[in-house]
């Protein structure tokens, strides 16, 4: 990969971490509730799900899971009714006026790590861009280990600021909410995004 095809590909890696979809609202969503600093493990999960996929994508299999729609459909529709789950938790959750608490103990890492891979990997929009957008960066037929390499590391820094990024901005959001009513709509807000992130993912084809 040249240099300029590898900026080329951070850029529109980048794109795609902040394109509309399920992880995006998942991460509003947990930035709305708990600030910036708790989307990072379910970044680095959906992160990680991405690099998967590229991985396969280059060793040929993606070729492969094209002919896995029924797999697929499962996937969606399962990661779709988690989604619901998650989105009824929050807006059932109990008020919390401190804006600075955070859900940070390792439970809630390894499981915000674990939500943030099962969303990635259950997005058909994952699976299609690297099927279909990887091949216009690289030849799949001539990649050495290090061609690999580079790509998961760009692929990685790029979805990583996307994400928290977007993170920041709705964090910084969340603090214009100090009364009781103001965020029980946040708990509501959050949690509708959430259950629109699952229709979103069991609509895609």
């Known amino acids: 990969m040249s240099f300029e095809s590898a900026l080329t590909f951070l850029a529109a890696i980048f794109i795609f971490g902040i394109t509309p979809g399920p992880g995006v609202f998942a991460i509003l969503a947990r930035a709305l509730l708990h600030g910036a600093r708790s989307c990072l493990a379910l970044s680095l999960g959906m992160i990680i ?115 928290m990024l977007i993170a920041i901005f709705a964090s910084k959001a969340r603090n214009w909410f100090k009364s009781e009513r103001a965020m029980k709509g946040l708990n509501r807000s959050a949690g509708s995004l959430m259950i629109g992130a699952a229709g979103y993912l069991a609509s895609r084809s």
């Open 49 to 163: 799900s991405d690099i998967v996929y590229l991985i396969a994508a280059c060793f040929g299999l993606a070729a492969i899971a094209t002919h896995w729609g029924e797999v697929f459909m499962v996937v969606r529709i399962v990661g779709a009714m988690y989604l619901v789950y998650l989105g009824y938790l929050m807006w059932t959750a109990p008020v919390n006026l401190d804006v600075g608490a955070s859900s940070g103990d390792q439970q809630s890492k390894r499981m915000g790590f674990l939500q943030g891979f099962l969303i990635s990997a259950s997005n058909p929009k994952v699976i299609l861009f690297y099927i279909a957008f990887l091949p216009t960066f690289m030849d799949l037929t001539v990649l050495s280990a290090a061609d690999i390499a580079l790509a998961s590391g760009l692929t990685f820094v790029g979805l990583l600021a996307g994400l």
